[in-house]
């Protein structure tokens, strides 16, 4: 998705990793291309709005939080949501293989 997370803070400082992660496990839910990395309080509000829906994650992080963070976002506050979406998403995966089986 020509996203190169290195770390757990300027790695999302654009929203733009939030959403990979997120398409990664639902394509069907926006159109990943046109997203940009120039826009990111959209990808934010648009990754954190289909994680709390469609993965049912709390909003640990906040849009406006993320926007005042900069290119900085603080990387406890970033590992910490990240790691809640990942386990949500996973499981989903494993009830969605049982379903099929």
Known sequence: QNVTIKNF????CDGMAFCALVHSY????????????QN??????LAFT???QL????????VDDM???GKKPD??????YVQSLYNKLRRLERMME????
């Open 9 to 12: 803070s300027s790695s999302w």
């Open 26 to 37: 639902f394509p069907e839910a926006f159109d990943f291309a046109k997203l940009s990395p």
């Open 40 to 45: 990111p309080r959209h990808n934010f509000q």
């Open 50 to 52: 289909c994680a709390e």
């Open 55 to 62: 993965a049912h994650c709390d909003p640990l992080l906040d």
């Open 67 to 69: 926007i005042m963070m």
């Open 75 to 80: 990387s406890k506050c970033v590992f910490t």
């Open 98 to 101: 049982k379903a099929q089986q």
